[in-house]
């Protein structure tokens, strides 16, 4: 087997610039004047010793900003003014870092699990014990199993990569990531059509149709920022969704849809786009193939057709597609980000992809525009070949289109909860907390008792982690410098997160536990290097130095995007066919329908109402509910959303709290009354109603939406379909206001078994 090793070449620069990263001498010269002018003032910026650009890591879209040091303690974060992926925007998440830094509960050291599983009775060990430990479990599975006997779980993020390293060469084909709990359908539809997932240009954009995608709460970037910029001078923006989200509020129109029929309008449009001969048909002609059959396809899909499905107006149907294509090619019918909806999910987001290609709005200005991405070096590393043995998701037989790296989280559930001897008795989770984001939360409790051990990687005791057997505290992101991360988009990035102040408690990184892992399991030599090494072999061949990186925090190689690449002569697009598919040969070799064609989403019940799911502004899924301060601000909170009719129907008033059934489990949570939404779907926030013990009360306001949603899958990728599960409510008798509970009171197992110090201090109202 060939390792590694790292040339010396790449070794040096590193050391010699004397970084120990924090300790970054020039940068407070270089930012403070940008930071005013980036808010306006004039003012002189507040008393500092030290500015350290990082990026943000409080959720997916890696803002960059400024940390302001001062006497060692972090004072305030500043967005980055010029960071392209953010353009100077830092949200009420990222500015809740330093709330989180310095909470005095956090997770401070590891756990290890002295009681049963969930009893919530851990003890604080040294790492020495707690790695020890970790590494005989796996030991003993892979003695009995081999390495495919463990499952690696993880979401994404700059150190995800050394989890990924360490699955890989650890040699276990079980992966669950998060892509099929959130975008493999619109990505698997959009590669499927352009063979590649595009980002937009939305501030050159002269008409936007936003179905579902909720810009202004759930946040995107850049294209949050771009949208929010453009309010007033730039696009007409068309809000399809059966909510009036705050999105909508912004919007020129909003279409309240019927929840599961969007695949509906959108052919009824392309309908009404060919039926009066408003496509691109030069563009058509020249870079797609399909068309003919398109046009057949769509031809029962009449507005009127749609408008019975959609609950839509059909002349409303018929203008929105003259607008749009009247408006073209500066157009984005904006494909979605969390397509885990319905189980036509994927079909949907191909359908989006073609109304975009045939009115020509691809790869030009105000369009959608294929993502570029910065090489990064990489270093001198020889992994083993993947290994397939073993592999329990099952996608060669039930998803051959989907991505073999990302897995497909709810098959491998089931590949373990049907097996007799379980085919994997450990669970490695990092970054994740999947007792909330995988559906069904008792078959994953159920999953859990099937296994020996599970180790879980977090920054918080989260649900996961309270049922697991080790927990490993990872060191908070202002607190460690990670990988250089390069991000794809119209204008790509190469982002640097580095540490700002040294760990605050017993923490270390993934990287750290990873390779301490790796030492003692005998795979030491593809960890034999530093991060230090790491990101030198990452910056070699970037055109600017390491110093400059840590001094601005990012790399881009341009300004604007630049369009037209694909539309050069000669190109070929990373379709089958060479072209934009309007017509998959993919899916048509692999058994789906080439051309989307509409399924209704499961009927639901009398009765019951449609559960959607998704989230607020101020969180990041479950993940920073535990922060007082974003408690405290929270416009939201975990409420349920319920149409007036509905709440007459049932009796209930505004705050007022109600049963909430499936058929896979139930809950309790307190109603939001309002005509914001549509009277025959109800909506959940993601994220709340955490059970552990060690978060604090807050925390556990709400219903844990896992709780209550079934497992159905998309079609073509297994990407899990949420929005697929009906409930029914049910009168419960009258609790006081759950704002503040005692965590002891509502931990499921009982709180009080914890040693003291490890309970939430804040936890008691
Ligand atoms: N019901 C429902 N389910 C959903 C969704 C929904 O809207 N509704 N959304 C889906 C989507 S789009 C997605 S992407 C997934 C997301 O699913 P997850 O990735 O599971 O998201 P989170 O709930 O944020 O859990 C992240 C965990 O990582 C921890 N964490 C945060 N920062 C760090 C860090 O720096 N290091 C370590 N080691 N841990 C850290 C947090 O404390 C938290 O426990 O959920 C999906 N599931
Ligand atoms: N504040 C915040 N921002 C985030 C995140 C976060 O956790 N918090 N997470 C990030 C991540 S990982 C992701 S994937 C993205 C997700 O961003 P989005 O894809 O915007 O996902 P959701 O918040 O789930 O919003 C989905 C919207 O779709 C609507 N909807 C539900 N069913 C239907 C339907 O059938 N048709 C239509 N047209 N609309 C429907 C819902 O009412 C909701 O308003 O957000 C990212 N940004
Ligand atoms: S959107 Fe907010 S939480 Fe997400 S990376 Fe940006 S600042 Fe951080
Ligand atoms: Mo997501």
Redesign the pocket.
């Known amino acids: 087997m060939k390792t590694r090793t790292l040339s010396r070449r790449r070794l040096l620069g590193w050391g010699a610039a004397g970084v120990a990263a924090g300790a970054i001498g020039g940068s407070a010269r270089f930012v403070p004047h940008l930071v005013p002018a980036a808010h306006g003032q004039t003012a002189a910026a507040p008393a500092i010793d030290e500015i350290v650009a990082t990026t943000c890591s409080l ?3 890696k803002c960059g900003l400024y940390a302001m040091v001062r006497e060692g303690v972090i004072r305030t974060l500043e967005p980055n003014p010029t960071y392209p992926k953010s353009h100077g925007m830092l949200c009420a ?1 990222g500015n809740s870092a330093i709330s989180m830094l310095y909470d005095p509960n956090r997770l401070k050291s590891p756990l290890i699990r002295t009681g049963p599983r969930g009893s919530g009775e851990f003890r604080t060990a040294s790492w020495e014990e707690a790695l020890d430990h970790v590494a005989e479990r796996l030991g003993a599975v892979r003695d009995e199993l081999g390495p495919e006997g463990v499952l690696f779980s993880s979401t994404e993020g700059f150190q995800e990569e050394f989890f990924l390293w360490f699955t890989k060469v650890w040699g276990s084909p079980n992966v669950a990531r998060h892509p099929t709990l ?2 493999a359908s619109m990505v698997n539809g959009m590669f499927n059509t352009f063979g590649a997932t595009p980002d937009f240009d939305l501030t050159r954009s002269r008409y936007v149709i936003m ?5 202004f ?4 970037n850049p294209d949050s920022v771009d949208l929010m910029r453009g309010l007033g001078n730039g696009p007409k923006i068309v809000v ?4 009036f ?1 705050i999105t909508a509020s912004k919007a020129d129109e909003w279409l309240p ?1 019927r ?4 695949l509906a309008l959108v052919l009824a449009m392309i309908h009404v786009i060919i039926q009066e001969g408003r496509w691109d048909r030069d563009f058509v002609e020249r870079y797609t193939v399909g068309f003919e059959e398109l046009a057949e396809h769509v031809k029962p899909y009449t507005p009127e057709f749609a408008a019975g499905q959609c609950d839509l107006d059909a002349e409303v149907i018929r203008r929105i597609a003259r607008e749009f294509a009247d408006a073209a090619p500066r157009v984005v019918f904006y494909p ?3 397509s885990s ?1 319905n189980t036509n999910d994927t079909q949907f987001r191909r359908g989006i992809g073609i109304i975009n290609a045939i009115v020509g709005a691809w790869d030009r200005p105000g369009a959608l525009v294929p993502k570029a991405k910065i090489p990064l070096g990489e270093p001198d590393i020889f992994p083993p070949d993947d290994i397939e043995v073993g592999r329990l998701d099952g996608l060669e037989e039930a998803f051959p289109l989907a991505n073999r790296r990302d897995g497909a989280y709810l098959n491998i559930r089931r590949a373990v909860l049907e097996a007799d001897t379980p085919p994997v008795k450990a669970w490695m989770v990092y970054k994740q907390n999947p007792l909330h984001s995988v559906p069904e939360s008792r078959k994953t409790l159920e999953m859990m008792e099937k296994l020996d051990f599970i180790c879980t990687i977090d920054t918080q005791v989260s649900d996961t982690a309270w049922m697991s057997d080790v927990v490993l505290p990872e060191s908070f992101y202002l607190e460690r410098t990670d990988p250089l991360h390069s991000l794809s988009g119209a204008v790509p990035v190469v982002a640097m997160r580095q540490q700002v102040v040294p760990p605050r408690h017993d923490t270390r990184s993934c990287f750290w536990i990873m390779k301490q892992l790796a030492e003692r399991l005998d795979r030491a030599e593809y960890f034999d290097f530093t991060m230090e090494e790491w990101i030198e072999a990452q910056a070699e061949d970037l055109p600017v130095s390491l110093e400059e990186l840590r001094r601005k925090g990012y790399y881009a190689d341009r300004d604007e995007p630049v369009f037209g690449k694909t539309l050069e002569e000669g190109y070929r697009f990373r379709t089958k066919t060479g072209k934009i598919e309007l017509v998959s040969a993919r899916y048509a070799e692999n058994g789906y329908d080439p051309l989307p064609v509409y399924r209704p989403p499961s009927t639901v019940p009398s009765g019951r109402y449609r559960l ?10 479950s993940s920073l509910q535990s922060s007082r301060l974003l408690a405290e601000v929270d416009p939201d909170g975990p409420n349920l959303w319920i149409h007036p009719d509905v709440a007459a129907r049932h009796g209930l008033e505004d705050g007022q709290e109600t049963g909430i059934r499936s058929d896979f489990g139930e809950a309790t949570v307190p109603v939001t009354v309002t005509d914001r939404i549509r009277a025959d779907c109800v ?1 959940l926030p993601h994220g709340f109603g955490h059970q552990s013990g060690l978060l604090p009360a807050w925390a556990q306001r709400g219903a844990r939406s896992s709780d209550l949603i079934g497992s159905a899958e998309d079609r073509v990728t297994g990407n899990a379909a949420m ?1 697929e599960t009906s409930v029914e409510l049910y009168p419960v008798a009258s609790r006081p206001h759950a704002a503040v509970r005692t965590a002891a009171a509502h931990a499921p197992h009982g709180a009080q078994a914890l040693p003291t110090g490890l309970r939430h201090e804040g936890g008691a109202s």
């Not at 709460?217 to 995107?220: A, M, R, T, W």
Request: contains cysteine; hydrophobic residues 30%; proline residues 5%.
């Open positions: 959720c997916v879209n998440k959130c975008l179905a579902g995608a909720n810009r709460e759930s946040l995107v399809v969704d059966p909510r989200t849809i929840p599961g029929t969007d979605g980000r969390r909806w959607l799911t998704g989230r607020t502004a101020i969180y990041t899924h909506f929005h």
